[in-house]
């Protein structure tokens, strides 16, 4: 429901603005994946170079760049690796960013329509209102909103996003490992939150 009153307050272009955050969120999670699916054939060439000959489809790779030694396509593998890996960071980065200035600039419109309806009362709302409650709410109460609810969400919803997408992968490549990984590391999340939350409710 709270979610559904922050929408109201954002006008069309912003809504927009969140449609592009979240196509961005996808992809984030698609070069998180393929950051994470090219280590294993690396790792694997490292191991034992004779994987690319056996291997279909670096085989294939190996043939149609036209390698001619095992160590030059190591390299580019290598590098290739690399390149993924530090341009998912980057991305991930550039996305954090854009999600921190998109709330702060949230924050900014619903501070100034705030303002904008204070000023359209009549002198008599002022009389019967207490001006410090009317600068705490631009003030102190906005941020409160943007730093406590926006800008966690739109922190959870990213988390969430690249998340389900390595889930997804880690269940295609292997099944029962995954779905170990994944109740292990629920149950301890589980222990650890019953374990706060009954430390808090004690203090």
Not at 77 to 98: E, I, K, R
Not at 168 to 195: D, Q, R
Request: glycine residues 6%; charged residues 10%.
């Amino acid at each position: 429901m709270k979610i559904k009153k922050i929408l109201n307050l954002l006008d069309k272009k912003s809504r927009k603005k969140i449609v592009l955050l979240l196509y961005g969120m996808i992809l984030m999670g698609l070069l998180e994946v393929l950051s994470i699916a090219s280590i294993a054939p690396f790792m694997g060439i490292v191991v034992d170079p004779g994987i690319i000959t056996s291997n279909n489809y670096l085989n294939l790779i190996y043939g149609y760049f036209g390698f001619q030694d095992h160590n030059d396509f190591l390299v580019a593998t290598g590098l290739v690796v690399l390149f993924l890996m530090v341009g998912s960071n980057l991305f991930f980065a550039y996305m954090n960013w854009n999600l921190t200035f998109f709330s702060k600039i949230q924050g900014y419109k619903l501070a100034q329509q705030l303002l904008e309806k204070y000023l359209s009362q009549p002198y008599s709302y002022f009389i019967n209102e207490n001006s410090s409650d009317l600068s705490k709410n631009i003030l102190s109460e906005l941020p409160r909103i943007i730093n406590g609810i926006i800008i966690p969400l739109m922190t959870i919803a990213s988390k969430a996003i690249v998340s389900i997408f390595v889930l997804v992968f880690l269940i295609i490549v292997n099944t029962t490992l995954a779905l170990s990984a994944i109740i292990f590391l629920g149950a301890m999340y589980w222990s650890i939150y019953k374990l706060v939350r009954s430390h808090l409710n004690n203090i």
